[in-house]
């Protein structure tokens, strides 16, 4: 891929604003690009409007002011079934449907596109593998019968079954406890950059942010606060940033201590 | 002569009584499902239609049933059979368990998962019939078993307007005093009652999601 089509945007927010028919509003005039290939995280306390971001591109919600853009046409430009098929989505563990077993969550978007029964299966086999499931071993349990760290596993490849190009994930990693946590990142990472997608990923977690971006979009209270690669995020003085530094560094100092 | 003697000389009468009665319930039932079920969604998907519905069904269920099969009699076209009177009567009792179910299965199901199934492009009718009638199942079939129990009861007063079932025998002992012909009637409404709650609660227990 030369850098030219790298930089070509694929999301782009306009000045895109979203208020509930109360008058609340969620988000405030945001101007941001997510170009092909990169992974760019919406960082942010809950309530900043991350997750009502992340809605706008698949229009699950549709902006109330300004536009979206993806792939260059406006989504409500987009019929929102085609929109959606297009994007694969990840949020937390309880979206997978617990009344199918783990192939027939993975095979959901396949089925819905009339898959032939073949080339599904083998797609199946090829994901789970690719998360590092044994099809085998797993194909046939159901979602109550995995830990949290393998039901985050098959909704990734669940998300990734119809191979869309762009990739939105909700607070993947929200539920795993730190060990897994890590275990799924570092794999998540190797992931990234095999599969050269257009991600978007909602967290609020900073070390996760600086783990998994390529870019880090600060959102607080609805509007963009700065737009960060990892390492100048770090030396930003945005005073997240520094607590979070300051956490980092007491925790070597006590591995040094010891 | 003593009971068992007596259901045994009976025994044909009883057996067309009980048919009688099964085909009442039965047809009833699957009326009120067909009706029931789509009303249960709709109330979900037009919240402002849940007061109307839900309060039509509530009306008709408070309805003392002796008085409910009197109040169908003149209907024109209901009236002119007896069992057609009575399956109507008995499917408006059935309705409300049957509707207040649904909507409860269905409003029950995760909106996390509703919402993964609408961030993955299905349709609202794909999410209907692959997530949210499959994983409110066994809430709807619970609302089926409570109905079929209750339908089972009030098909007895069916008799009171000719349409047959086990109530003829209860109507007819009581008319001639006859504990017999009472329990000839009542024993086997029970024991049909008891069936279908076990036979209903078993298929509703295999359906039950597992979390």
Redesign the interface.
Known sequence: MNPETLRQPIIEFLNASYRLPGGQVLLKNLNLTATSGETLVLLGRSGAGKTTALKLI?R?LDPTNGEVRVDGRSTVDWD??????H?G?V??E??????YTVEQNVA??PR?ESWPAERTRTRVAELLALVGLDPGGFARR?P?ELSGGQRQRVGVA??LAADPPIL?MDEPFGALDPLTRSEVHREFQSLEQRLKKTIVIVTHDIGEALLLGNRIALLKSGELAGIYSPKEFLRSGEPSASEYVARIRALESFEESK | MNLAQFFVRHGDEILQATLEHIWLVGAAMLLAIAIGVPLGILVTRRPWLSKPILGTANIAETIPSLALFGFLLPVPWLGDRSDRLAIVALTLYALLPIIRNTSAGISGV?P??R?????????PR?ILFR?EL??SLSTVLAGVRVATVLTIGVATIAAAVGAGGLGEFIFRGLAMVNDQLILAGAIPAALLALSADFLLSVVERRLR???
Request: hydrophobic share 45%; net charge positive.
């Open positions: 698949n699950l929102p079934i085609e929109l959606r098929r994007i989505y949020i937390q309880t979206g997978l449907f617990p009344h959901v978007v819905l159901y109550h669940r998300a939105l | 995760d996390a998962i919402e993964a199934a609408r961030g993955m492009g299905m349709t794909q997530v499959p994983l999601p597992a979390r």
